[in-house]
């Protein structure tokens, strides 16, 4: 008896809004306690009326709080005997909740609902369907507020049948009634077909979630490496131009340093001639001196006897008068300097204008589809010129877009220069999206893309036998791919244009046969890893090819 009765202290004395034991008790007008804080929030929220929680009892105006000393002494000894909060099953429902139908009073929340019984159960209430036999095949689900949905609103009845050809739930004296003739099935056979189709559209979305975060992760790589490119090549310019202000710097050292260097030889110089001028002058002054003390004898016997001693004045080794030049010493430096400065000026804003492109140009990884026609390829088309450092000493390059194998070496070996295989390359790095069309004439012509660094000498250097490169043969007769020695035959009608269709992020490359239309020979899906070029290699005298300028 005595736990009975902590039982009922347990829910007497919990306040009704936080359903935890009494804090800093109040009693309101009505007789329903309450903690002070939970009435004072709820009352807070009522703008006007104030009303009890639990009876709904308004009040007029809003009542002064007093704590109950009473209950806070009770309260104290209740929790000092170890009485704690209600129940975790004494869970009541709020107005969100499912609400149990079968308590009276205050409801508490409902864990269940039966389909069959069409009502909502709580933890105890529930317990007859768990052990009684005769509730053993009624169907259980999570609490719905829904469950009138499920009656007939002609019948009473509860719909277990699904009309196809109205596509909506009916009941069993629906399907013999209204819709007579029509498509029925039973609502279990139609919820399996449709959770078939509904677990491929949850496989379908589940594999594009997946996707679309492959892609959103692969943009976040896009984003730090570009970051990270933006960072180092910030670091890299500042590097250089601070190279090239020291090298400014060092070339207005040295010619600083040559114009006093000459300004000491010249004022050197200059002080030389003045030293030698003054001496000359003083000179000049002492025989002056003489001279007038001769013409002031007055005994003329005298003055014949002195004057022969005189000696005769001597040529002067100066012109008897200097030329001095206009104040333009160094002018001639200025105006070097100035030109220089020009030049330089020049150079910069020409670069700057080759350095813009480059930087706007940033080709960010977003999914795009490949081109389909002609005209969307040409959205990439890219202008390609051939690199005459590249070329085998037997082709002749004109106009650095086409390109003939001769039968005579038509110039001098170089360091980036093919030596065995009559190959070049092109002066333009790939990068992005590019497109390009080459012309070819011969017997056999390698159309291909690959790494700058491929070598230049060997049967390695040749398009198509190594890992470096990718190359498209064409003959007359035929089409074929060669990658890494791999030959791979291609079936195709032939044509003597070849497009090349390069996306080196997504890393697709791509050849095609233009004509009237335009034919897929060969795609490539690989991860490209170092800088890309166009190139072409010949096999026979006579063989050539053109980079189409399709401007």
Not at 50 to 56: D, I, K, P, V, Y
Not at 417 to 442: A, H, K, M, N, P
Request: proline content about 4%.
């Amino acid at each position: 008896m005595a736990q009975k009765g902590v039982n009922l202290d347990q829910e007497t004395f919990s306040c009704s809004i936080c359903l935890d034991l009494l804090k800093d008790p109040v009693t309101i007008p009505c007789g329903h306690s309450y903690c002070m804080k939970c009435i004072q929030g709820f009352w807070d929220e009522e703008e006007k009326i104030h009303s009890c929680f639990q009876c709904r009892k308004t009040f007029t105006p809003r009542p002064v709080l007093v704590k109950n000393n009473t209950l806070a002494n009770i309260m104290e000894q209740l929790k000092k005997t170890g009485l704690q909060a209600a129940p975790a099953d004494h869970c009541y429902a709020g107005p969100e909740d499912v609400s149990c139908d079968f308590c009276s009073g205050r409801k508490l929340k409902a864990i269940k609902s039966c389909l069959i019984c069409l009502a909502s159960y709580c933890k105890k209430h529930l317990q007859p369907h768990l052990n009684e036999a005769a509730f053993k095949k009624h169907k259980l689900v999570e609490p719905s507020k829904n469950l009138q949905e499920n009656i007939c609103s002609i019948h009473d009845a509860v719909m277990k049948m699904f009309c196809r050809t109205d596509q909506k739930c009916i009941c069993y004296l629906c399907s013999v009634d209204e819709h007579r003739g029509h498509d029925t099935v039973s609502a279990a056979a139609e919820r399996t077909e449709r959770q078939r189709d509904l677990e491929e559209s949850q496989q379908q979305i589940q594999q594009r979630i997946q996707d679309r975060e492959k892609e959103v992760k692969l943009l976040q790589q896009e984003v730090e490496a570009i970051n990270h490119s933006a960072d180092q090549t910030v670091k890299d310019s500042e590097k250089i131009f601070t190279q090239m202000i020291h090298l400014i710097q060092k070339t207005s050292c040295d010619v600083k340093q040559q114009i006093r260097s000459q300004q000491q030889t010249e004022v050197s110089g200059v002080k030389d001639l003045q030293e030698e001028l003054e001496q000359e002058i003083t000179e000049l002054k002492r025989r002056d001196a003489e001279l007038k003390q001769l013409s002031l004898t007055e005994d003329h016997s005298q003055f014949l006897l002195n004057y022969p001693s005189l000696p005769p004045l001597s040529e002067s080794t100066h012109s008897s008068s200097i030329n001095v030049r206009p104040l333009r010493y160094f002018e001639d430096v200025t105006a070097a300097v100035s030109e220089l400065r020009d030049k330089l000026q020049d150079i910069l804003r020409e670069e700057r204008t080759n350095i813009s492109p480059t930087v706007t140009h940033v080709d960010v990884l977003l999914p795009e589809p490949e081109p389909k026609s002609r005209a969307d390829f040409l959205r990439y088309l890219c202008q390609i010129t051939l690199d005459p450092n590249t070329a085998h000493r037997r082709l002749l390059l004109s106009e650095n877009r086409k390109v003939m194998f001769m039968e005579k070496a038509q110039s001098d070996s170089g360091p980036d220069r093919f030596i065995d295989s009559i190959q070049v390359l092109s002066r333009e790095s790939l990068t992005g999206r590019c497109y390009w069309e080459v012309e070819w004439r011969g017997k056999y012509v390698n159309v291909a893309v690959t790494y700058k660094n491929i070598s230049r000498t060997g049967d390695k250097s040749r398009f198509g036998f190594n890992d470096k490169s990718w190359a498209l043969i064409c003959s007359p007769d035929s089409f074929s791919y060669l990658h890494n020695s791999i030959k791979t035959s291609v079936s195709a009608p032939v044509s003597s244009r070849v497009g090349v269709y390069l996306d080196r992020r997504a890393g697709v490359l791509s050849f095609y046969s233009v004509s009237k239309i335009m034919t897929l020979l060969h795609r490539v899906q690989t991860t490209f890893t170092q800088p890309l070029h166009a190139g072409v290699r010949f096999y026979s005298v006579g063989d050539s090819a053109e980079f189409c300028n399709l401007r």
